[in-house]
């Protein structure tokens, strides 16, 4: 029987090299794999190059990694909840290839379907396709790394000619992703936002390591309501239903039923 279990988030994260890339799941903070990710702060590795939608926060998510000095470059399609992220970002000290949000869900599933690289209309006639987006500033506000330019071709689609931008696909070396419920067999379900990129993070990882927060035995998920496949995972360990989760921003709606008149019985 194959059993890709792990006893702990530091047994399944202790050969992630210095120097690794990394495809992280999590849609703002919801679905961090957060005790791999402090799995791999605790054992002290650096300089990685993370491919992630965003980068938590300041102290919650890829932000403690972040505010270790860990990360070398992100590749991500949003960063604005992160302090430290535009401090060392502006100062030099972290590149970034910033990349439309769905450009960087189709990268990962790309890469994780063997597609090298496809056409899309997002960003054409933008930086994103004529380059010169800053990457890596020097210090001292100028630009040290630029985008370059990328491949622009014509297809008619639909009877209609239009200019698509080559965009490669992402493939690293290990995938950290975090899901509600999975087996021994490296099956996986997601609760909700947390599907948005855990699935695509860990098709483009060739090691994917998932923590999950109840663990069962085969044949225990309905196959029908499998998000991910086993075969896409390498490593799985179990972290707990009760693992702290955050929320990026709480909003609460105002109670005024006081200033109401509210029906007897409603």
């Not at 029987?1 to 702990?8: E, N």
């Not at 939608?53 to 860990?70: Q, S, Y």
């Not at 955050?246 to 007897?264: G, Q, Y």
Request: with cysteine; proline share 5%.
């Amino acid at each position: 029987m194959i059993d890709k279990t792990y006893p702990s988030a530091a047994d399944a994260v202790a050969d992630i090299p210095d120097g690794a890339s990394l495809a992280v799941g999590g849609f703002g903070l919801s679905g961090n794999p957060i005790a791999l990710i402090e799995a791999l702060l605790a054992q002290g590795t650096r300089d990685l190059s993370i491919v992630s939608n965003n980068c938590g926060v300041d102290d919650w998510g890829l932000g403690v990694l972040l505010n270790a000095k860990r990360i070398r470059k992100m590749t991500s399609s949003y960063v604005g909840e992160n302090k430290e992220f535009e401090r060392q970002f502006l100062s030099g000290e972290l590149e970034l290839e910033l990349t439309p949000q769905g450009t960087l869900a189709e990268k990962l599933r790309a890469g994780g379907a063997g597609i090298a690289a496809f056409f899309t209309q997002t960003g054409v006639g933008t930086q994103v396709a004529e380059g010169g987006l800053p990457r890596k500033y020097d210090g001292a506000g100028g630009i040290e790394v630029a985008s370059p330019p990328k491949d622009v071709r014509a297809f008619a689609v639909t009877g209609v000619e239009r200019d698509y931008v080559l965009e490669e696909a992402i493939v690293t070396d290990f995938a950290l992703v975090h899901a509600a419920k999975g087996d021994t067999h490296g099956n996986l379900v997601f609760h909700k936002a947390a599907r948005n990129f855990n699935p695509l993070a860990a098709m483009a990882g060739r090691v994917c390591i998932a923590q999950v927060e109840e663990l069962v035995a085969p044949g225990e998920l309905d196959p029908d309501g499998i998000h991910l496949p086993g075969i896409y995972v390498h490593r799985i360990v179990e972290v707990g239903t009760d693992i702290e989760k955050r929320i990026e921003r709480r909003t609460v709606t105002v109670d005024d039923s006081a200033d109401r008149d509210i029906p007897e019985g409603a």
